[in-house]
């Protein structure tokens, strides 16, 4: 099968490469990444499939994976294959019902925060502020901070697209036509209102694996 049919852009958020959901039994963070990544090479050479990240995205990335001990060969196998390009974001349009929807969820979610913030307000009044039996060094309204830091960030941020890292990700895929990648629930419910294709970080090595499947033995190009 030709390799036009399979050449594509894809627009990768740093979930892919973090969830457990693409490691294999007993595989680490950085056994996982190069696999990935080294499937993201074979396609490029053989199938002239492009896989790109927002600079902001790279960012994040990177610091999240030189906490979990990932090797500087690895980030270097990173950024050697996959790409780093700016949004767009004076050229790209965004349709106003976008905005309005948006403005629209924002203003629920802090009417959530704050209901949320009122029940804590309430709960520490009815607590004393002894230690706990289980924590020596932690009150009841200590329980009550932490049980509010918890449900506050679930109520405002679960789902919804917060951080300039998401809106890069979506941007850059509408300006590339490009398919988002991506394990985060709020990115995926905002590639419908941005028009955009998306598959699950989960799925997206396989998918690799089977257009690779197509490319003949006695051309196909790797890495190694």
Not at 8 to 19: A, E, G
Not at 44 to 53: A, P
Not at 151 to 178: H, N, P, Q
Request: glycine share 4%; proline share 3%.
């Amino acid at each position: 099968m030709s390799s036009e049919a399979f050449k594509q852009r894809f627009v990768l958020d740093t979930s892919l490469f973090i969830t457990e959901e693409i490691r294999r039994d007993d595989e680490s963070v950085e056994d996982a990444v190069c696999r990935l990544l080294e499937l993201i090479a074979n396609a490029r050479l053989n199938l002239g499939i492009s896989c790109y990240v927002p600079p902001t995205i790279h960012d994040e990335l990177t610091t999240m994976l030189a906490d979990r001990g990932v090797s500087e060969e690895t980030v270097a196998m990173l950024n050697t294959w996959v790409i780093r390009k700016h949004p767009d974001r004076y050229e790209i349009s965004i349709p106003a019902n976008v905005v309005y929807t948006f403005v629209d969820e924002m203003s629920d979610r802090v009417n959530r925060g704050l209901r949320v913030s009122e029940e804590a307000v309430r709960r520490a009044e009815r607590s004393a502020d002894e230690p706990l039996d289980e924590h020596e060094y932690k009150t009841e309204v200590d329980a009550v901070i932490s049980d509010l830091r918890d449900k506050y960030r679930g109520a405002m941020r679960t789902g919804v697209l917060d951080s300039r890292e998401d809106f890069d990700l979506l941007i850059l895929a509408r300006e590339l036509d490009a398919g988002v990648v991506t394990e985060d629930r709020g990115i995926i419910d905002w590639t419908e209102d941005f028009g955009l294709r998306f598959i699950r970080g989960r799925e997206f090595p396989n998918l690799l694996e089977q257009y690779l499947a197509t490319v003949d033995p006695e051309t196909k190009r790797t890495i190694d």
